[in-house]
């Protein structure tokens, strides 16, 4: 049930050090870096480093052809579905 998801991440991110320390520098002691992937400033072509540099999360992304990609960008909605726009040869 939903209560009881909302209650098992409550106590995950308690778990991680409770705040959240959004883009403030690291590295820090104590608490976490959410990730909004559906936010309007991340795009459609992804950048390895957009979660390291541009918005500072401490995260980056690799894959085998150094693509990665979000499903369904806001606000232009360029035709992807559901990743329908991705290559499986390339994934």
Do not use: C, M
């Not at 976490?32 to 957009?50: G, L, Y």
């Not at 150094?66 to 499903?71: D, E």
Request: no cysteine; proline share 8%.
């Amino acid at each position: 049930n939903a209560h009881g998801l909302k209650t098992a991440f409550e106590y995950f991110k308690d778990i991680l050090g409770g705040k959240d320390n959004a883009s403030n520098p690291g590295p820090l002691k104590k608490g976490h870096r959410s990730i909004n992937w559906d936010a309007p400033i991340v795009p459609f072509e992804f950048p390895r480093k957009f979660f390291e540099q541009d918005v500072t999360r401490g995260l980056a992304v690799a894959s085998k052809n150094n693509k990665f990609r979000v499903s369904n960008p806001e606000p232009n909605h360029i035709g992807d579905n559901k990743f329908s726009t991705i290559n499986r040869r390339e994934s």
